[in-house]
């Protein structure tokens, strides 16, 4: 086994929140164990590994295959968001885009006054939901309408037909976020 395994359970064990002596008595080894092996001073065999893991739990092929690498992108700046509304009363700006393997979209929307998704109802795979910062946000989901306001928020089947309007006299901010990502 090679020489990263030790600084690998360590940033696991890290990543978890977990102390060596959390991860010892879960694992039912000796906290000295956890202690060598993240030293690099002893290598485990699979099998101690693998009981090891078992008290994050986490897999062998998982504990190989993170990526630690700082390339990864995880704090994004407001200027580094990608605009992808293509209406200009309407702002959305996306989380993450280059993310691997994303699984969920998250936006910083903005609706202007009058702002409208349009007369044909929105509609597509997975559920949503968002939560209103500030100003009012009138949401069709269905037959179901309301407007919300600041600290207001909504979840839904995404496949039910649905449109957002800001009918209020200033802009609204919405937080959102939908699985599987449709932007």
């Given at each position: 086994?090679?020489?990263?395994?030790?600084?690998?359970?360590k940033l696991v064990r890290q990543i978890f929140g977990l102390t060596q002596r959390e991860l010892a008595r879960r694992a039912g080894v000796?906290?000295?164990?956890?202690?060598l092996i993240e030293q690099n001073r002893v290598?485990?065999?699979?099998?101690?590994?693998?009981?090891i893991?078992?008290?994050?739990p986490l897999s062998l092929a998982d504990f190989f295959t993170l990526n630690f690498?700082?390339?990864?992108?995880v704090?994004?700046?407001?200027?580094?968001?990608p605009e992808i509304a293509h209406q200009p009363e309407i702002s959305m700006r996306l989380v993450g885009r280059r993310a691997k393997g994303r699984a969920l979209g998250m936006l910083r929307e903005v609706y202007q006054p009058g702002a409208d998704t349009g007369d044909t109802m929105l509609r597509h795979e997975g559920e949503e939901c968002g939560l209103v910062i500030s100003g009012s946000l009138t949401v069709t989901v269905g037959?179901?309408?309301?407007?919300?306001?600041?600290g207001d928020a909504y979840y839904f089947r995404s496949d039910i037909p649905h449109r957002f309007r800001n009918q209020g006299e200033e802009p609204c901010i919405l937080i959102s976020a939908n699985s599987p990502p449709t932007f």
């Open positions: 086994m090679s020489d990263d395994i030790g600084t690998r359970l000796t906290n000295g164990a956890i202690s290598s485990p065999s699979i099998s101690s590994l693998k009981k893991l078992d008290g994050i690498s700082p390339s990864d992108e704090f994004f700046t407001a200027a580094e968001l037959v179901q309408e309301k407007t919300l306001y600041p």
